[in-house]
């Protein structure tokens, strides 16, 4: 099997893909699965880089936005057949467009239920690319499956395309075909809001550079911010190994978006069994109510912060991981995220570097092979009026 795919090709080299050959077509469905309360150490986090965001299933919508959960597609997945594919997909809000002020996306088996790593099934990567200029990169995430919110300080939410390109990448390491669901939920509101208005997104990659023994980094080019505005949401994607993404404005560092890793063994078994390096947690509290089998492992941390845009609670993630041949050990399971973390001006030059750490956290295999390394980092700026602050 190929170790490195469609998607994760695309991700790492965030053009903009070509026109697809699939037609439009998903069901819709609103309904999610009902949330369970964890009471993880790092949704009490509120720490730059190091908070992850709740699920949806767990807060409300802000300022009357609607949520809408779109399913894009099932697909028999079995470890012989990674499922790699490209499709034109649709928003959640057609023709008429809206403000995508928050997503997150996950798999599910045919009964409803998550599909994760507590049962061999990994959404290894999906991205999401317009049309538009700047390469139209919208959206991207790994197995971590992150919630994106751009309305945690501020009014803004992504233009959202009636239609867009959808790349996909899901694993299992079971020969056994599995039949996984994958959807998006949506948090958007009309254009018309008042006060809302459109962020941009910044995708700095460090391309697929080969995997190597010890402590290293690599950076991604700078990209030059094209108009004064608020940082709004930032968030690396790693492989196994990954220790930080560092996010530097005019030279300075804004933004460390910790890598945090969990034992898979150790997932579901008690509060002591997945600490999270990072986040200097003596372990992971209340993981009881995670999905969990020690044996297959799910690393699942579920990460809930406490935000500035109000009281959090926890909520279940059975997922997250990668854990392809890692034989046991950590894995990421949660990327740290920042929100409302400054300012930028036009002109300004933004890079990330992301920093490995191989013999401290262990690399991830396909198949006996060290799989490439990633280091994207997705940058949300929220546009300010010109002239004030430059
Ligand atoms: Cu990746």
């Known amino acids: 099997m190929k170790t490195f795919t469609l998607v994760s090709s695309l991700l790492a080299a965030a053009y903009a893909a070509p026109a697809p050959e699939q037609a439009i ?62 499709k034109l997909a649709q928003g959640p809000c057609g023709l008429a467009g809206c403000y995508v002020t928050a997503m997150e ?22 991205a999401l690319f317009g049309t538009g200029g700047g390469g139209g990169s919208i959206w991207a995430a790994g197995n971590e499956r992150p919630t994106l919110r751009l309305n945690t300080g501020s009014k803004y939410g992504f233009d959202f395309p009636s239609a867009f390109m959808l790349m996909i990448d899901l ?26 208005k459109a962020a941009t997104m910044y995708w700095l990659t460090i391309g697929e550079p080969a995997a190597k023994t010890g402590k290293y980094s690599f950076s991604t080019m700078p990209s030059i911010v094209s108009g004064a505005g608020q940082l709004l949401y930032s968030i690396g994607h790693m492989h196994d190994g990954g220790d930080n993404m560092s996010l530097y404005v005019g030279g300075n560092l804004v933004c460390k978006s910790v890598m945090h890793y969990n034992s898979r063994a150790g997932y579901g078994k008690d509060a002591n069994g997945a600490a999270d390096e990072h986040a200097g947690m003596a372990g992971m509290a209340g993981m009881a109510g995670a999905k969990g089998k020690a044996a297959s492992g799910s690393t699942a941390a579920a990460a809930m912060p406490k935000t500035a845009s109000g009281g959090m609670v926890g909520h ?31 002109g300004q030059s933004m890079k990330a570097t992301a920093f490995y750490d191989a013999g401290k956290y262990g690399l991830m295999e396909h198949n006996g092979a060290k799989e490439r390394l990633m280091g994207n980092m997705r940058v949300y700026i929220g546009p300010t009026s010109t002239g004030l602050f430059g």
């Not at 009490?44 to 894009?72: C, F, H, I, N, W």
């Not at 996306?105 to 990567?125: C, M």
């Not at 041949?325 to 740290?336: A, E, K, Q, R």
């Open 25 to 86: 077509g998903e069901a819709r469905d609103v309904t999610q699965a009902a949330p369970v309360p964890i009471d993880n150490p790092l949704m009490r986090s509120t720490e730059q880089g190091v908070k992850v965001l709740p699920r949806m299933s767990m807060t409300e919508p802000k300022d009357g936005a609607k949520r809408t959960t779109v399913k894009y597609g099932n697909w028999m997945v079995s470890s012989t057949k990674m499922m790699s594919t490209i």
């Open 105 to 126: 996306a996950t798999i599910r088996y045919p009964d409803g239920k998550e599909a994760n790593v507590d049962t061999n099934a990994w959404l290894h990567h999906i």
């Open 171 to 196: 694993m299992t390491e079971d020969v056994k075909p599995k039949n996984l669901t994958l959807e998006i939920t949506y948090e958007h509101v009309p254009r018309t809001t008042p006060g809302y």
């Open 316 to 346: 279940s993630h059975t997922k997250r991981q990668h854990a392809h041949g890692g034989g046991g050990g950590l894995h990421i399971s949660d990327p740290g995220a920042c929100t409302d973390f400054g300012t930028v001006t036009s």
